[in-house]
């Protein structure tokens, strides 16, 4: 009963030690695909791509129904005017242009804030890997040096 309660003890401990390697560039492409700050810059340079999309855009025609000298009362209400509008605005294409250029410009803006806050949290998560692999290694080599200093040490009190 003891030895089968251990060996089920030894494999749980064993199940929870073993831990997932991940390589740097599985965490990066993470990083990229999963990161709010990442994300909604993203979503900000589609919606400038949008909006320059929308620079060619004409503005709708308007119609319009007025009454005009009526009187505020209803008696004489037949002896005013009614007025009819329809409005169309005509772009000017130096106008479209410009602001064609003026958003895309925005666009870029934010292209770079993204490439910028990009390479910040690529050089963050770059700087603790290899963090993380170095202190793996100085722990390798203090068990190769710990284990050297027990052999040495059994080696003395043989020969004492």
């Not at 242009?97 to 050089?123: C, G, M, P, V």
């Not at 068990?143 to 040495?152: D, P, R, V």
């Given at each position: 009963?003891?030895k089968?309660t251990?060996?089920?003890?030894?494999l749980?401990?064993?199940?929870?030690?073993?831990?997932?390697?991940?390589?740097?560039?599985?965490?990066?492409?993470?990083?990229?695909?999963?990161?709010?700050?990442?994300?909604?810059?993203?979503?900000?340079?589609?919606?400038?791509?949008?909006l320059?999309?929308?620079?060619?855009?004409?503005?709708?025609?308007?119609?319009?129904?007025?009454?005009?000298?009526?009187?505020?009362?209803?008696?004489?209400?037949?002896?005013?005017m009614?007025?009819?509008?329809?409005?169309?605005?005509?772009?000017?294409?130096?106008?479209i242009?410009?602001?064609?250029?003026?958003?895309?410009?925005?666009?870029?803006?934010?292209?770079?804030?993204?490439?910028?806050?990009?390479?910040?949290?690529?050089?963050?998560?770059k700087?603790?890997?290899?963090?993380?692999?170095?202190?793996?290694?100085?722990t390798?080599?203090l068990?190769?040096?710990?284990?050297?200093?027990?052999?040495?040490i059994?080696?003395?009190?043989?020969?004492?």
């Open positions: 009963m003891k089968t251990l060996i089920v003890f030894a749980c401990v064993y199940s929870v030690c073993t831990a997932q390697v991940l390589n740097l560039n599985g965490i990066l492409d993470s990083i990229e695909a999963k990161n709010p700050l990442l994300l909604s810059y993203q979503n900000k340079i589609n919606a400038d791509n949008a320059v999309a929308s620079a060619n855009t004409w503005q709708a025609p308007r119609a319009g129904v007025e009454l005009d000298n009526n009187q505020y009362s209803f008696e004489n209400f037949y002896d005013g009614v007025r009819l509008s329809f409005m169309q605005d005509f772009p000017n294409r130096k106008q242009n410009a602001e064609t250029n003026y958003l895309q410009s925005l666009s870029q803006i934010d292209i770079n804030e993204y490439a910028h806050q990009r390479n910040k949290l690529f050089s963050l998560a700087e603790a890997y290899y963090g993380i692999y170095i202190m793996q290694k100085d390798a080599i068990n190769q040096n710990m284990q050297t200093l027990q052999a040495m059994q080696l003395t009190q043989t020969l004492i």
